[in-house]
């Protein structure tokens, strides 16, 4: 049975795939829009918006990932995010180009209408034209920055993580010498006490031996004089 963590990770991923699709789907439709430009502004802020969502999202997910008890786990769900991340940057890629490919057809359209009489109207409907791709570059180029920095932190993460890892492995292997030591340590303890029981067994043997000879000396020595006709 899935615990709580992976069913909320599950469902992360699943959120992350969707808005996914959805900016995609949306991009395409600015790549095709034939104008007029509150048609492609609209366009424009239900992708930021989505954007913003699949953002969220992400950092979610990444959070997720801090938070698992395996490190399996965790370098799983960190390598999904990753995923995702760079598909986020290459939706943010695709959206400025379908923006400029929009904003460049849109204002060839009005440079036609221009030139076959189009009046005053025609003429700031342009300009406005070229501030909304200028503002909308630079909204894009603003949601690149983020993510930009969002990456740069996931690096700074990993780069900590890696570090503890190192030195997680220098203190399980200094263990592992420390316990090498002591089971050479307790080795040779325990030969010194086999040593110690033979060297005691010898030693009790020996004094038994000496006190048998000595009352033996001293049995005869009491026969002799006692009993000197025996």
């Known amino acids: 049975m899935a615990s709580s963590v ?27 829009c034939p104008g007029p430009q509150s048609a492609l502004m609209e366009l424009n802020s239900e992708v930021k918006e989505k954007f913003n969502k699949l953002r969220l999202r992400i950092q979610d997910l990444e959070q997720m990932a801090r938070e698992q008890d395996k490190e399996t786990d965790r370098q799983a769900i960190q390598a999904e995010t990753e995923n995702h991340r760079r598909q986020m940057l290459s939706n943010q890629t695709a959206w ?11 204002d060839n359209m009005e440079k036609d209408k221009l030139l076959h009489g189009g009046d005053n109207q025609s003429t700031r409907q342009r300009k406005v034209t070229k501030e909304s791709l200028v503002e909308t570059s630079s909204n894009i180029t603003e949601s690149l920055m983020s993510i930009s920095r969002m990456m740069a932190e996931q690096v700074k993460q990993s780069e900590d993580s890696i570090s503890t890892l190192a030195t997680s ?30 060297r005691e067994l010898t030693d009790k043997l020996l004094i038994f031996l000496a006190l048998a000879l000595f009352f033996a000396t001293v049995l005869y020595i009491l026969k002799k004089r006692l009993f000197p006709f025996i």
């Open 169 to 198: 492995s220098r203190t399980v292997q200094e263990t592992n010498e420390e316990f090498k030591n002591m089971t050479g340590t307790i080795h040779l303890g325990r030969k010194l006490i086999l040593k110690y029981n033979r």
């Open 96 to 106: 400025r180009k379908a923006n400029l490919a929009c904003k460049l057809a849109i």
């Open 6 to 32: 992976d069913v909320h990770v599950r469902i992360c991923g699943q959120e992350i795939i969707k808005y996914d699709l959805e900016i995609k789907a949306l991009v395409q439709d600015i790549r095709d």
